[in-house]
């Protein structure tokens, strides 16, 4: 079965084409990045706008990649939610008008279920069970998976995601939107030990995390280097560095420790790790080096928001046989609606 899949819950307009028999055979993705660039952030009427001028050339494009036609499609799954609701509505508005156009089922999609899946677009596939981490710019959360639809929510941050904290961290240190790639990668011209920043909840006995007080850790730093530099107001870049280096020391110290404890109150060995910040270089290297631990990622393409995992997730669930919903949207879908009972002790 051929299932398009729809991706708009942001900055991205993801499309592609999952056929259950072949896997993934066409994905085109719109980034809006340079749109937002001037306004320092995303501007949701703006994001709203982009995605409905992008939807049907995006489509077409995968369609005419292919050799296929809408007569050929059998399914369209939808980011359902959460996200920014005028983004969600314009790519639910053109799913189920699609679908109900071609007399073809539509499958909602939450979000996150579409990156906790998005590591078996890979060659390098895991197995259920696994324990996934789910790190974003929108989420941090530790999930047990036994399944596609079988999921239980094992801990999350309490205030900040640690994608948010990436950008808002590089907005502090006067970097370019969006600065978390950026920070990253200045990162490695860091000193490690100049700056010490605090690992908040390492030792909370629980798999929550929160990343808020690392932000101010970091403006404590920049004000006193300001201060100490009355001359100018622009952070040498060599301190500038020193900064990144430690910010991203501590935000992959909390996560390494969270995985491991994760995995132990599990029992599993398999880790996968799926979002924006799983592209991370420092984080990818010291996962992969966990003891006893198999980890997987997504390809580095499907780290960030698109239209693959949503096309997977949707031909997961119809394979399955499960129902489907009309049509709305859920901007504040609760994780409690796709996470199943509390995992045993």
């Given amino acids: 079965m051929l299932v ?38 995303v501007v949701p009427e703006l994001a709203s706008r982009d995605h409905i001028r992008r939807l049907v050339p995006l489509t077409q494009a995968c369609l005419k990649k292919v ?11 939808f980011t359902q939610g959460p996200g920014l609701g005028g983004a969600l509505l314009a790519g639910a508005s053109f799913a189920n008008a699609l679908a109900f156009a071609l007399g073809k089922p539509v499958i909602p999609v939450h979000h996150l279920e579409g990156h906790m899946l998005s590591p078996l677009l890979g060659d390098h596939k895991p197995d259920f069970p696994f324990v996934a981490l789910l790190v974003s710019g929108g989420h941090t959360q530790f999930m047990a998976v036994k399944g596609v639809g079988q999921y239980t929510l094992l801990g999350e941050s309490v205030d900040d995601a640690a994608g948010e904290a990436f950008d808002k961290t590089a907005k502090l240190l006067g970097l370019p939107y969006p600065g978390g790639a950026l920070l990253s990668e200045l990162a490695k011209q860091g000193r490690p030990g100049v700056f010490t920043f605090p690992r908040p909840m390492l030792h909370s006995g629980d798999l929550n995390m929160s990343f808020s007080g690392l932000k101010t850790a970091v403006l404590t730093a920049v004000n006193k280097i300001k201060a100490e530099n009355t001359s100018s107001q622009v952070i040498p870049d060599d301190l500038r560095n020193d900064i990144c280096r430690e910010f991203q020391d501590a935000v992959v110290e909390v996560l390494s420790t969270k995985a491991q ?38 390809p580095m393409r499907f780290c960030t928001d698109n239209g693959a995992m949503i096309a997977f997730a949707g031909a997961m669930h119809l394979q399955q046989a499960k129902p489907v919903a009309g049509f709305n949207v859920k901007p504040r879908w609760p994780l409690s609606d796709i996470v199943s009972s509390p995992f045993p002790a």
């Avoid at 028999?21 to 809006?32: F, M, R, S, Y």
């Avoid at 050799?67 to 799954?77: L, N, P, R």
Wanted: charge should be negative; include cysteine; glycine fraction near 10%.
């Fill in 67 to 77: 050799g296929k036609s809408y007569a050929d499609i059998d399914a369209v799954a």
């Fill in 261 to 298: 404890q994760a995995l132990k109150q599990t029992h599993y060995s398999r880790l996968v790790v799926a979002g924006g910040v799983g592209a991370n270089w420092q984080l990818r290297d010291t996962l992969n080096q966990l003891p006893n631990t198999d980890t997987f990622f997504p």
């Fill in 4 to 41: 398009l899949g729809i991706e708009s819950s942001c900055d991205e307009t993801g499309v592609a084409l999952y056929d259950t028999k072949v896997g993934l055979i066409a994905d085109e993705l719109h980034t809006q990045i340079a749109m937002h660039a001037e306004y320092g952030g």
